[in-house]
């Protein structure tokens, strides 16, 4: 089940619902065109999965992040 957000901490997957997309912060592409984690967490956009898994968010229907984690399905 996910939850709202805005923290980074003791998570490594966090989704933004606004684009329904997945990011593992220990792959995170930080460049100007990245993943953009803190951006979507400051607009109220961010979710934590519990539990912090990638099939989690799979479950969810959140699809992967194509810079952080890559085989995105769009």
Do not use: W
């Not at 953009?36 to 699809?63: C, R």
């Amino acid at each position: 089940m996910s939850s709202p957000t805005k923290s980074r901490e003791n998570k490594r997957f966090l989704g933004n619902r606004n684009k329904m997309e997945v990011h593992d912060q220990t792959k995170e592409d930080r460049s100007q065109g990245g993943c953009q984690i803190d951006e979507f967490l400051m607009s109220g956009h961010g979710v934590e999965f519990v539990p912090d898994t990638l099939e989690q968010a799979h479950f969810e229907n959140y699809d992967n992040c194509a810079k952080c984690i890559g085989n995105s399905r769009r």
